[in-house]
C-alpha cells in the first residue's frame, strides 16, 4: 500500500507539472452550442465507461480513439440497456429536485442510439437500488417487451416496467432475495442468501403468475459467489470468491445449475491466485470464450485490482490463454498525462515505458466486443481512461483516454447484435 500510494502522489505531482507547464493556444474558434449531431454509423467496437464521479457514460471508439458523446443519468452510476430490435436504448435513473437531495424521482428512460437524445421517459417508484457498480440491478426481457428494477428500501422488490406501452406495470415482492437476471420472454430470477434463485414469471400484461424458489447451488457461508456474471444464450455464470465457475441454464422450466468447475488449479490455488476487480467476467458469445481478471492475494480480497485476464473455453472447461495486463492509463481530473513529441528523444517515450512495463496494472473491470475480430479492454476504477487488447492474441494494442474522471462499469453497447 505504501508503494502504492507512493505511486499515486507522484503520478499526481507530474501531471499538475505537465498541465502547468504546457503551452496553451490562446486562438480557439468559438464553438456553437445547442447542437445535436448523429453519431455515425454504429461499430461493435464501440465502448460505454460508466463514470461515477460525474455520473455520465463516455461512448468512444477503441480503434481510433475518438470520443463519440456522453450521455447523463441523473444521481449515482447507471447501466444502460442496448436494444437489438430498435435504434434505442434504456437507461434506469434517479433524480432529486435538489441534486442530491430533495424529492425524488426515479425513470426509465428511452434514448435515441443515433443521437443518444432522450425520447421519453416512464415514471416508477423512487425506490430503485443505486450502488457503486450497477451490475444485475435492471434486466431487460428476451423479446425486449419488459424491464425489472431491483429495489431496495431495505426491503427488495422488482419493478416491472413495460417498454412497449412504455407504462408502469407494479412491484413485486422478493424477500429475502436481490438483483435480477433475465431468464427468457417472461421470467426473471434473482439471486437469494441461502444460496438458491428465486424465478419469477409474469404474463403478457406484466403481472406475476408464479414465484418459485430453486434449490441451493451454491454455499453462502463458505463460498458465495458475486453478482458479476455473464450470459451466454439461455446460461449464465457465476464466479465464487474462491474461483468455482457456475453455470445457471435458464431454458428449461426450471432453473438448472451445472456442475460448477475450478478456473483454479491446487497448484495456482497455492501461490493466492484468485478472482478480483469489480467487473471481473466477460465474455464472448460466439466463440465461448471466458476472460476472468485474476491476480494474487489472501483469502476475502475478491474486490481487488487484478493483474492478468486468464481465458477459458466454456465447452471444454479449460484455460487457453494468460493475458498478462498493462496500465490503462493515467488521468487527473480528466485531464491525461501524457507527454507530446516535443520532448528530445528518447525522453519522451518514458512515461510510456513506465506505464508498459513499471506501473501496476490495477485492472478493476474488464469486457469484451462481440465481434469476429473482438477487442478485450480494461479499466483502473479511479483513471479516467481504458487499455485496448487483441481478445484473440492478447497483445496489448493501445490506450484510450482521457474518458472522464473514473472508469468504473465498462459496456460493449452492441453486445446483443452478435449474440449466436
Known amino acids: 500500500m505504501r508503494l502504492l500510494h507512493f505511486f499515486c502522489c507522484s503520478v499526481l505531482a507530474v501531471g499538475c507539472w505537465v498541465l502547468i507547464s504546457s503551452p496553451v493556444d490562446a486562438d ?22 460508466i463514470d461515477l464521479i460525474l455520473e455520465r457514460l463516455a461512448l468512444v471508439d477503441l480503434d481510433s480513439g475518438q470520443f463519440l458523446g456522453i450521455l447523463n443519468g441523473g444521481y449515482g452510476p447507471f447501466l444502460p440497456m442496448y436494444s437489438a430490435r430498435r435504434n434505442e436504448f434504456f437507461l434506469p435513473a434517479t433524480y432529486f429536485s435538489r441534486r442530491t437531495h430533495g424529492e425524488r424521482t426515479d425513470v426509465v428512460e428511452i434514448h435515441d442510439a ?42 427488495t422488490s422488482l419493478s416491472i416496467v413495460d417498454m412497449e406501452n412504455r407504462t408502469f406495470v407494479g412491484e413485486i415482492e422478493i424477500p429475502g432475495c436481490s438483483l435480477v437476471y433475465a431468464a427468457g420472454t417472461r421470467r426473471f430470477f434473482s439471486l437469494c442468501g441461502d444460496g438458491s434463485a428465486l424465478v419469477l414469471t409474469i404474463d403478457d400484461a406484466g403481472h406475476e403468475v408464479t414465484k418459485v424458489r430453486s434449490k441451493p447451488f451454491f454455499n453462502p457461508q463458505t463460498d458465495p459467489i458475486t453478482e458479476k456474471a455473464v450470459r451466454r444464450g439461455d ?17 428449461g422450466d426450471e432453473l438448472k445449475t451445472d456442475k460448477p468447475w475450478p478456473l483454479f488449479s491446487d497448484g495456482e490455488r497455492q501461490e493466492n491466485w484468485r478472482i478480483g476487480g469489480l467487473q471481473h467476467l466477460a465474455l464472448h458469445e ?4 471466458l476472460f476472468s481478471l485474476v491476480h494474487r492475494g489472501p ?20 484455460r487457453l490463454q494468460r493475458i498478462k495486463l498493462v496500465n490503462s492509463g493515467l488521468t487527473v481530473m480528466g485531464f491525461p498525462i501524457e507527454f507530446g513529441a516535443t520532448w528530445i528523444w528518447p525522453f519522451n517515450r518514458i512515461p510510456t515505458w513506465l506505464l508498459d512495463h513499471a506501473a501496476p496494472a490495477l485492472v478493476t473491470a474488464v469486457e469484451v466486443t462481440q465481434d469476429d475480430q473482438p477487442l478485450l ?13 487483441n481478445a484473440t492474441t492478447g497483445s496489448f494494442l493501445r490506450r484510450v483516454l482521457p474518458t472522464g474522471w473514473t472508469s468504473d462499469i465498462l459496456v460493449a453497447p452492441w453486445r446483443a447484435k452478435a449474440a449466436p
Open 377 to 389: 479492454f480494461t479499466a483502473s476504477q479511479f483513471t479516467g481512461s481504458i487499455g485496448v487488447y
Open 299 to 318: 483469502r476475502d480480497t475478491h474486490k481487488e485490482p487484478g493483474e492478468e485476464v486468464w481465458v477459458y473455453d466454456l465447452n471444454t472447461q479449460k
Open 28 to 49: 480557439v474558434a468559438t464553438e456553437t452550442v445547442g447542437q445535436i449531431e448523429a453519431l455515425p454509423p454504429a461499430s461493435p467496437h464501440w465502448a460505454g465507461v
Open 235 to 251: 446460461r449464465w455464470y457465476f464466479a465464487s470468491f474462491e474461483g468455482m465457475l457456475y453455470g445457471v441454464d435458464a431454458s
Open 286 to 289: 460466439k466463440s465461448g470464450h
Open 114 to 155: 443515433g443521437s443518444l437524445k432522450l425520447v421519453s421517459e416512464i415514471v416508477v417508484p423512487p425506490k430503485r437500488s443505486v450502488s457503486a457498480v450497477a451490475l444485475g440491478h435492471s434486466a431487460l426481457t428476451d423479446d425486449e417487451r419488459f424491464v425489472a428494477l431491483f429495489n431496495w428500501t431495505t426491503a
